[in-house]
């Protein structure tokens, strides 16, 4: 009797040890599926906030208004706007002991955090253009983003080697490898992202990058003359519409 309950006692704990074990396994090893569909998810929670600060420069820009009430919750609200409209969902954190929720969570810090250090720029009277730019948002955004991940994962906005304004944003080689054999080849679909497990900064990774066009707005800035000046002061590129600008490239590390 005495033997029986203790060897079902020692099943019973060996059960868990097993459970437990499977458990662990299955939350580190994320297929490429579950990959891709962070990833996916991430550049769209980024794009749609940076949609909100695009939509909003002539606002932000307005020399005749004070509070503009371009706060972290409506930028949010905003974001959540856009993130319905194009995905057709309601935003919705998952669990947070979940990659997806950890990554989530860290976006959404991260676009707080960059709006509550803005508000005394884009508040400011009398000041006109301000240059809190779609980019520098989206490159703030994505530094916040890369210190809360904690080396988990990973954002960037990038651009083809020959467009880059900012050297911060500058192509690594994989990504100007994509960006030049893939994405400006004529037989790329238009917007497919590219996936691929490869190196990021010397680690084995999970990387994902997608292409972004030149719209109408874009090429006030970067398209043509070539080389004169946008109001912001920069080079414009000589862009052309529909032609490629840029690309979001996203990281999860094995
Ligand atoms: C008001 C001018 C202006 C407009 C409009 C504009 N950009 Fe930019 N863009 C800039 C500037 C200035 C930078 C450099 C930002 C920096 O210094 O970090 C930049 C940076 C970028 C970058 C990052 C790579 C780099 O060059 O450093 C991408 C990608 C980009 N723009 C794409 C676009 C796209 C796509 C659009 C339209 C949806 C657009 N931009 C609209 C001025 C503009």
């Known amino acids: 009797m ?11 704990f060996g059960f868990y040890l097993l459970m437990s074990f499977c458990f662990t396994g299955q939350a580190l090893a994320l297929s490429d599926g579950d990959k891709v569909a962070i990833g996916t998810e991430v550049t769209i929670i980024y794009r749609a906030a940076r949609g909100v600060v695009a939509k909003s420069q002539r ?24 993130y319905k409209k194009e995905t057709g969902n309601n935003f919705k954190m998952a669990d947070s002991e979940s990659l997806k929720g950890q990554a989530q969570t860290a976006l959404l810090d991260s676009i707080s955090s960059v709006m509550n250090h803005a508000q005394a720029l884009i508040n400011e009277k009398g000041k006109g253009l301000k240059g ?10 994505g530094d916040g983003f890369n210190k809360n991940m904690e080396g988990k994962a990973y954002i960037k906005l990038t651009a083809p ?33 590219f996936t691929e497990n490869a190196k990021h900064k010397g680690k084995d990774a999970f990387r994902l990058i997608l292409p972004e066009y030149y719209k109408e707005a874009c ?20 862009g052309k519409l529909g032609e490629l600008g840029g690309a979001i490239s996203f990281v999860i590390y094995d």
């Open 132 to 141: 809190f730019l779609p980019a520098i948002f989206a490159k703030q955004m």
């Open 59 to 82: 606002l932000i820009n307005d020399a005749s208004k004070g509070d503009k009430g371009l706060s972290a919750d409506v930028v949010i609200a905003k974001m959540k706007e856009n």
């Open 219 to 238: 090429l006030n800035c970067h398209g043509d003359p070539k080389g004169t000046k946008d109001i912001t002061g920069g080079k414009k590129e000589g």
């Open 2 to 12: 005495e033997n029986l309950r203790h060897f079902r006692s020692s099943m019973t």
């Open 161 to 193: 080697k020959n467009y880059v304004r900012n050297r911060a944003n500058r192509p690594d080689k994989w990504e100007a490898n994509v960006v030049e054999t893939k994405f400006k080849d004529t037989g790329y679909e238009k917007n497919k992202v």
